[in-house]
């Protein structure tokens, strides 16, 4: 496996995933906290940063067991860092480097550019330039306005680059990161969604023996690929929980859990709705509904859990974004939290000890995981939906007849995207049901009645997102079928606001 070490930059996550994309298992730790057991490491890649060497906050990292000994791979503020402080100058450039570049000089005699032609397309991001190579630099490649954009160190399998090869407008990076993974740093490329699958069920079985395991269910992709891992480990010692809080969409509950059933899982369906919906009557708090929500799934989930005698392992789709310590802006180390996302994650939550399959995975990698043990894509290829449900949809007090018309509304709206090939192309997408009544004319009636608003959204993460440009006849028909089918709506509008500043969801 590869260690990366996080000096901070926005792109640190993808560096990791595009060593994935190579085969290789790759983990990021902060630049401070390097592991103790580093010799089961084979080569180390530093980030970018957003500080400066030269300047009094610059991020140190203690390299005395790494550089020389292990193959060093260092980027942007790495390659700054190593020629800074090991007898070369770092400056101020004069103009700020952004953007495209092209290597107008390579040593294409090199291991590290093999298959790589003078010309090649990079992506700089920079405004601290390297003025002089370190000690025994030997310079790799220049561009046009940065003499120093990728140089080695004589006598170590220590190279550095200025600019980012993780990133997709650099044409080349991913040879690059083959050539000193693969040729230089000799890393094997075996790691794979099967192999990934193999090791993982047999950890599983050591570590769980023949205890029993309780897990959550909720449709959504990471929970199911636990499950069916759980399942390959255990099979019926894995009791799967699958809580109907009355706020999925339309039918999801009676499908879905038709489909885990049919996976093999041993799935119990608690339809747990009223206890949810009173609990709800009349909230009009987003923050209040989230925590209802919260505290009557625990007691619903710890109720069923209790008829499993003697479970001892509480098992969670959790991945590897919710986990990787990032490094903050102001330099220290600072944990991930997104705790509106866990809503079933309680560790010490009736003294269970936690099993979590998935935490050394991305997204699309869980999607893979599932994808090779034959899980319908279906499934796999399911929007993300709120822990909440349609209860962050309605906006203002929560009724019943005001789920029952959302639920309406968004089974419209997601069936058509299917039927229109659009829901592969969106990222997430759902109704939301608006506290406003409007004025409108139904016949010769003047109706005085609810507005829905439309969202869909692209992201990769949820973090940052963009509204989705649907097509015109798209939304007409939408939005006719809507008004036509769904008692008590008569107005549609679309969202067309992006994350920041808007959010994704409205409440
Ligand atoms: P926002 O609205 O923060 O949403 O842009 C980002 C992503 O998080 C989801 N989301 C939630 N998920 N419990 C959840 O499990 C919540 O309370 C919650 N609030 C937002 C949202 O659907 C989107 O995918």
Redesign the pocket.
Known sequence: KVLILDFGSQYTQLIARRVRELNIYSEIHPFNKIPVDLDSYKAVILSGSPFSVRSDNALHSDLSNIRGQKPLLAVCYGAQYLAHFSGGEVAESNTREYGRANLSFIQEKDLFFENIHTGSQVWMSHSDTIKQLPTNGVLLASTHDVENAAYKIEGEATYAIQFHPEVYHSADGRQLLQNFLVKIARVKQDWTPQSFIEETVENLKNKIGDDKVVLGLSGGVDSSVAAMLLNKAIGKNLYCIFVNNGLLRKNEFEDVLHQYQGMGLNVKGVDASARFLDALDGESDPETK?KIIGRVFIEVFDDEAHRIEDVKWLAQGTIYPDVIESVSATGGPSATI?S??N?GGLPDFMKLKVVEPLKSLFKDEVRRVGASMNMDPLLLGRH?????GLA?RILGDLTREKVRILQEVDAIFINNLKSWNLYDKVW?AGAILLPVNSVGVMGDERTYEKCVALRAVESTD??T?DWVNLPYEFLQKTSNEIINKVKGVNRVVYDISS?PPA???WE
């Open positions: 989230r997104k509106h996302h809503v993300p939906f709120p822990g909440p962050i997430q949820g973090m997102a994350k959010t994704i969801e």
